[in-house]
């Protein structure tokens, strides 16, 4: 689905970079959401390159993110406790450390308060959920091992 325009299809790559690295700086950072900026830039590459998005979607870290909200629009578990923790310890150091402003604290509060509450309400991965993903890449591999096996005579 490559964009024939290549003045367009500059634009959806310097977006995908964009956003792709607004997805990797979301893994460290909670108030960040890496998984939509992964799907965007996914989604940016898949119109300007194929081997950009082939090497995001297949990326070993990366690509889960894409493929467990495609196929289940859910997260595993350990991303939102992840995430539930490095929010509170980001926001909570900074309203007990560096803020002074009490209405700057309230207003940290509820941005951590709304965080918590999206990531909360996005559905988590099942153990059904991961055994039919594993089955997916089983059945993938198969696939892939036997279309470069030599045929033999």
């Given at each position: 689905?490559?964009?024939?325009?290549?003045?367009?299809?500059?634009?959806?790559?310097?977006?995908?970079?964009?956003?792709?690295?607004?997805?990797?700086?979301?893994?460290?950072?909670?108030?960040?959401?890496?998984?939509?900026?992964?799907?965007?830039?996914?989604?940016?590459?898949?119109?300007?390159?194929?081997?950009?998005?082939l090497?995001?979607?297949?990326?070993?870290?990366?690509?889960?993110?894409?493929?467990?909200?495609?196929l289940?629009?859910?997260v595993?578990?350990?991303?939102?406790i992840?995430?539930?923790?490095?929010l509170?310890?980001?926001?909570?150091?900074?309203?007990?450390?560096?803020?002074?402003?009490?209405?700057?604290?309230?207003?940290?509060?509820?941005?951590?308060?709304?965080?918590?509450?999206?990531?909360?309400?996005?559905?988590?991965?099942?153990?059904?959920?991961?055994?039919?993903?594993?089955?997916?890449?089983?059945?993938?591999?198969?696939?892939?091992?036997?279309?470069?096996?030599?045929?033999?005579?």
């Amino acid at each position: 689905m490559l964009n024939k325009n290549k003045n367009l299809r500059k634009l959806y790559l310097a977006a995908g970079l964009l956003f792709l690295a607004l997805g990797a700086v979301g893994v460290f950072i909670p108030v960040l959401p890496t998984t939509p900026f992964l799907l965007l830039a996914a989604a940016m590459f898949m119109r300007s390159s194929e081997r950009l998005y082939l090497w995001l979607t297949n990326h070993q870290v990366l690509g889960p993110f894409i493929r467990n909200y495609r196929l289940y629009h859910a997260v595993p578990l350990y991303s939102k406790i992840t995430a539930l923790f490095f929010l509170y310890l980001t926001i909570g150091s900074s309203v007990v450390f560096f803020v002074n402003n009490w209405w700057l604290r309230g207003i940290l509060v509820i941005v951590a308060v709304a965080v918590s509450w999206h990531i909360i309400k996005l559905k988590t991965l099942t153990p059904e959920m991961l055994a039919e993903i594993r089955m997916r890449e089983a059945a993938s591999s198969l696939t892939m091992d036997a279309d470069t096996t030599p045929a033999s005579d």
